[in-house]
């Protein structure tokens, strides 16, 4: 089954981080403005490098801090995927580099997948994939889980836990980060 609530995770890990940075969590707000447009908030909760050598970790910390940060290729791409970044930036907070990003979109199922049909908003997921939390219904059946949200809802949420952290493996980035 397909993962779509990993496609931006995958997108900014691989993509768009060199497949060395993750966060810890990430979570999503998506007000709608119709049934199927709107603007989507994305926090990327303690960013770290699982890069091997001083030279990946290079590469990483200029692929965050120069592409994803401040580059209008990162813009240009996430628009070809009907992703029309509004806003992004990094922060730090408890010694920890967060990120966010704002874009609005014209079709509701180029966010993670949503889909929008007989009158609900559904995100399907596989069974190891860990909810946090949400404004939505949780079913569960024995092959996925999906969050259920009625037309009614003006704002969807939700927050998945994306990565633990080994201290040996991964690489603090909030000290890298220098906010001009």
């Known amino acids: 089954m397909k993962k779509p609530i990993y496609f931006f995770i995958l997108v900014l890990t691989s993509t768009l981080f060199h497949g060395c940075?993750?966060?810890e969590r990430i979570n999503y707000t998506i007000d709608l403005k119709t049934a199927t447009t709107g603007k989507v908030t994305v926090n990327f909760l303690n960013i770290k490098s699982n890069a091997i050598g001083k030279r990946e970790f290079e590469q990483d910390k200029k692929?965050?801090?120069k592409f994803t940060l401040k580059s209008k290729s990162f813009i240009t791409q996430l628009k070809a995927e009907g992703k029309?970044?509004?806003y992004r930036s990094l922060s730090v907070k408890n010694n920890q580099l967060n990120g966010k990003v704002i874009y609005d979109f014209k079709d509701v199922k180029k966010v993670e997948g949503i889909r929008f049909e007989d009158g609900f908003y559904y995100l399907t997921m596989a069974l190891d994939d860990s909810l946090i939390s949400t404004n939505g219904k949780l079913i569960i059946s024995k092959d996925y889980k999906r969050i259920l949200w009625d037309k009614n809802y003006k704002q969807l949420?939700?927050?998945?836990?994306?990565?633990?952290f080994d201290d040996n493996v991964y690489k603090e980035l909030a000290q890298y980060y220098k906010k001009k």
């Open 157 to 164: 949420k939700f927050e998945m836990y994306s990565n633990g």
């Open 21 to 23: 940075l993750v966060s």
């Open 63 to 65: 692929h965050l801090f």
């Open 84 to 86: 029309f970044v509004k």
